[in-house]
């Protein structure tokens, strides 16, 4: 399967909303997480099974989606979001979407 | 809580074979219920895993890496182990061992997720 996510880059103001989309090439899982990584870092794990949010990430953060079409979105950006953020299935990650201060 | 820290030559001559090792702390490898993976980064890309080991030895790999790849374990240790031969400047990445969490259906995988990473070590593949 292929990943892609979209955009590949977004420029966002503190508070904003904010919403990036994975789309699988297949349709072979219903499910889908999403990771958060910043420079020098280890991805985090944010959501897992395509909307659960793992402890102790802030609820700011959601997931949802099934079948081909997946989307984590943040509710009022934080300084700390500014990062890179990846979805995975199976054995499979997106190139990643660099979310950027304005 | 599981912590992992890999450990292993940051440099590794071309054609040579690059050896890695993951430690696991605060858990046990052999208590079972989670795959142990190996995932790399080039730099500035995106994230490629590159295969998993379960606490019995059996073993899955990327296809595209396949013919290169051996991952093992030392469950006496608490460790796993990844080896890539015949490496080139392509093979230049940071590598990462991470815990695989899987939910199973009618025996197949449903959905799984990798949690928690080690830190990362950069390995360079250079003469």
């Known amino acids: 399967i292929q990943l892609t996510q979209s955009p590949s880059s977004l420029s966002a103001s503190v508070g904003d909303r904010v919403t990036i989309t994975c789309r699988a090439s297949?349709?072979?899982?219903?499910?889908l997480a999403w990771y958060q990584q910043k420079p020098g870092k280890a991805p985090k794990l944010l959501i897992y099974?395509?909307?659960t949010l793992q402890s102790g990430v802030p609820s700011r953060f959601s997931g949802s989606g099934s079948g081909t079409d997946f989307t984590l979105t943040i509710s009022s950006l934080q300084p700390e979001d500014f990062a890179t953020y990846y979805c995975q299935q199976l054995r499979t990650f997106g190139q990643g979407t660099k979310v950027e201060i304005k | 809580q599981v912590q992992l820290q890999e450990s292993g030559p940051g440099l590794v001559k071309p054609s040579q074979t690059l050896s890695l090792t993951c430690t696991v702390s605060?858990?046990?490898?052999?208590?079972?219920?989670?795959?142990w993976s190996w995932i790399r980064q080039h730099p500035g890309k995106g994230l490629e895993w590159i295969g998993y080991?379960?606490?019995?030895?059996?073993?899955y790999y990327n296809p595209s890496l396949k013919s290169r790849v051996t991952i093992s374990v030392d469950t006496s240790k608490n460790q796993f182990s990844l080896k890539l031969s015949s490496v080139t400047a392509a093979d230049t990445a940071v590598y990462y061992c991470a815990r695989e969490g899987a939910a199973m259906g009618f025996g197949e995988l449903l959905y799984n997720w990798f949690d928690p990473w080690g830190q990362g070590t950069l390995v360079t593949v250079s003469s």
């Open positions: 605060g858990g046990s490898i052999s208590s079972g219920g989670y795959y």
């Open positions: 099974a395509a909307s």
């Open positions: 080991i379960y606490y019995s030895g059996s073993t």
């Open positions: 297949q349709g072979i899982s219903s499910y």
